[in-house]
């Protein structure tokens, strides 16, 4: 009797999933994704506004020190890049102690670079900002400019 038992067992357990039982469980993956992945996908955009916000922030006290040490801002023709390379006037190069960033300048989350300028942006003497999601001037949401933008 056991021995029977057990062979009916193991011949159910060896049969496997039919098709319509593999359909039913996509299918309730699908559903649970379409419910789930918006809000998934809303919290990594947010992330990447976050870091935008971090990395301005981040460069704004870098471009601060880099000032203390050459007495002035990067002019817009040197740009960010004055952070991470030594430049090329012997004077300015006596006093510049940098690179001021370890692995140079980083992009924006959406892979831009970032926009500077040495013109005045509320109570900072620079301009410093990301571009958003688009890639272009203005914009709402996720592909609105986000840092020190320059005033009007």
Do not use: C
């Not at 002019?75 to 991470?84: H, I, M, P, S, V």
């Not at 390379?85 to 940098?98: C, D, F, M, V």
């Amino acid at each position: 009797m056991r021995s029977r038992l057990a062979a009916r067992h193991s011949a159910q357990a060896s049969r496997g999933f039919t098709l319509l039982e593999m359909i039913v469980v996509l299918v309730i993956i699908g559903l649970i994704m379409g419910l789930v992945g918006p809000r998934l996908f809303s919290q990594a955009d947010k992330a990447k506004v976050q870091t935008a916000e971090t990395q301005v922030r981040m460069l704004r006290g870098t471009l601060e020190t880099m000032r203390l040490d050459i007495g002035r801002l990067p002019t817009e023709e040197e740009g960010l890049a004055l952070l991470a390379e030594r430049p090329s006037n012997t004077q300015l190069a006596q006093r510049w102690q940098g690179p001021y960033l370890e692995d140079g300048v980083p992009q924006d989350p959406w892979g831009n670079a970032y926009q500077y300028a040495p013109k005045p942006s509320g109570n900072h003497a620079f301009s410093l900002f990301s571009l958003g999601a688009d890639g272009q001037p203005g914009g709402e949401g996720n592909d609105a400019d986000i840092g020190q933008l320059p005033d009007q």
